[in-house]
């Protein structure tokens, strides 16, 4: 079984910066792909930010400049560097892995969101 656990969300100020942690424990292979996704009230979830093993990265256009995705692959973490946060910016943000277990099935696995707020 694979969990991951998200830290970091809160309440910022517009203009104000926040980061995201994501840890991915149990019986992990290898992960391939990691990832932020966001879901706001009403609206579908939407991917925010991934990155693959090798580095490759891919932003949601509304992200591009102000955040960062990285990645730890000896900690099997992700982390999400959010910078001049807007309003619009206020989800629920839900971290997403990848990959392969020890038994060699691929898993697709969530993890519980963590709420970010940009309010003044």
């Known amino acids: 079984q694979v969990r991951l656990v998200e830290s970091g969300g809160g309440l910022v100020q517009p203009g104000g910066s926040l980061r995201l942690s994501c840890a991915a424990s149990?019986?992990?292979?290898?992960?391939?792909?990691m990832g932020w996704y966001r879901q706001a009230p009403g609206k579908p979830r939407e991917l925010v930010a991934a990155?693959?093993?090798?580095?490759?990265?891919n932003y949601a256009d509304s992200v591009k400049g102000r955040f960062t995705i990285a990645r730890d692959n000896a900690k099997n973490t992700v982390y999400l560097q959010m910078n001049s946060l807007k309003p619009e910016d206020t989800a629920v943000y839900y971290c997403?892995?990848?990959?392969?277990?020890?038994?060699?099935?691929?898993?697709?696995?969530w993890g519980q969101g963590t709420q970010v707020t940009v309010s003044s």
């Open positions: 149990g019986s992990i292979l290898r992960i391939n792909s």
């Open positions: 997403n892995a990848g990959g392969e277990n020890w038994y060699r099935t691929r898993f697709d696995q």
């Open positions: 990155i693959t093993t090798g580095g490759g990265t």
